[in-house]
């Protein structure tokens, strides 16, 4: 029998293979449905994405992982919308029908159509399984899905607000959740303003209160391991992925270049992130908006490669059995935008096919195995792996505006998560996003595990009893 890890070589094989060039002998079509030699990198429309949803064959893939990485019955999907609804308009498939029958006049975006587009955590899943054997860009389907409901209807009341607030506060949060700066206090040490390399704090980890004390072992580790940083305080501007993912995509352009042009007038040179929701726009979204030289990193990246220096050294023992929850940002949903320039052709009378053929992220390349290096460099963590990890990993229900407008879904989702985990027999659940670890923790109540940052564990090791900051009971486990 296969192991695990002779399993997934298999599906990342299989995954590669599916991207090999075409012959493609025809001429191409008069008027392609996209080429993006014409106007640039933009935003995908649902026209210029027809020929690839046109190909969908409802066959249901999107709703579980590849059956070679399926592990168990309990956790054997991949789509927490279709769990939580039951559906196929909640599966991708459903939603890129739907895209379709929006584009071509044959159904309109009532009530009942929008919650369908907007009951998703936007997490990547469904694109990913979909990839494995027909590249249909179900993610850019719903990012353009919503933008196109978004132009005719505008938001969903429950997203307002945080488009309200993106535009008076410089934030997606309420003006009581205080300064963005308000964390610095207790560290005099960090340099605030510009530099060549900027962490990117982000809002979620600098106006959530119990996310603070993982954003300050994150200064003081990365201080500790000597990388000259600074931070903006109260003037970080937010990337707008709300904005992006609630399909306000004129608010998101007119941030993004504003963002890109502070900090390149700054000097910044390298963008460190900490929050994966920031990375993952960054690199996936801002290059269709805006043009820029600079480095962006995560946080994990830059730690993992400090401690393979060996300028942080874990040296106290934390002795836990840990689990790590792939955040989607950090993860499937991180890798580079591919630009592209070419030509559709139709093919056999009826297939269109890209020539040269359109890049397509698979997943693979996220960001897996420098905070899983972190974990296994200190001593006493026994790391144990959920199911469904990396590319297929499951979501926390966090993401896509869901929290906000569908919060009995978000905390479904993070409930079936933590249920995943606790099979493990792990004793806390590690992460290294704000809002994995915000939702797991709100949906922890009763449970015999702990939901804590990546930058927690690893500060308890380098930094030692008395300089690591503890998160409040709370925080890391809500009853």
Known sequence: MATTSEITTRARRGAKRLSRKLRV????????????????????????????????????????????????????????????????????????????????????LDEATREVIFQCTMCGGCDMSCKFSTDIEISETMFALRAESHRRNGPLDAHA??????????????????????????????????????????????????????????????????????????????????????????LFDRLARDLVTTLQRGGVQEIVCADPEDFATLRGHYPKVVQHDMRVRHAVEVLDEALAKGSLKPRHVVRKRVTYHDPCSLGRRSEEFQPWEGEVHKIMGQLLVTDPPKP???????????PRRILAAVPGVELVEMDRTREYAYCCGGSGGVPQAFPEFAANTAAERLDEAGATGAELVVSACPGCEHNLSAAAGGRRIEVTGIYDVLARSVLGPGKTVELAAGARKER
């Open 360 to 370: 397509v992220n698979r997943g693979t390349e996220g960001v897996y195995d420098a």
């Open 25 to 108: 002998q025809s001429a191409p079509l008069s008027k392609p449905p996209h080429s993006s030699a014409e106007s640039g990198p933009s935003h995908p429309s649902l026209e210029s994405l027809q020929h690839l949803t046109s190909k969908c064959p409802r066959c249901s893939l999107c709703k579980f992982p590849p059956l070679l990485t399926v592990r168990s019955k309990a956790h054997s999907s991949i789509c927490p919308s279709y769990d939580e609804y039951g559906f196929h308009s909640h599966s991708g498939s459903g939603r890129v029908i739907v895209a379709n029958a929006v584009l071509e006049g044959r159904v309109g």
């Open 161 to 250: 607000r945080v488009l309200e607030n993106l535009e008076h506060h410089g934030h997606p949060f309420d003006a009581e959740m205080g300064s963005k700066g308000d964390w610095l206090s207790s560290e005099p040490a960090v340099r605030v303003g510009m530099s060549q390399r900027l962490v990117l704090v982000g809002s979620a980890y600098a106006l959530r209160t119990e996310r603070r004390a993982t954003l300050r072992n994150l200064v003081r580790l990365l201080g500790a391991a000597g990388v000259d940083f600074s931070v903006l305080g109260e003037g970080e501007p937010d990337t707008a992925t709300m904005a992006l993912h609630i399909g306000a995509l004129d």
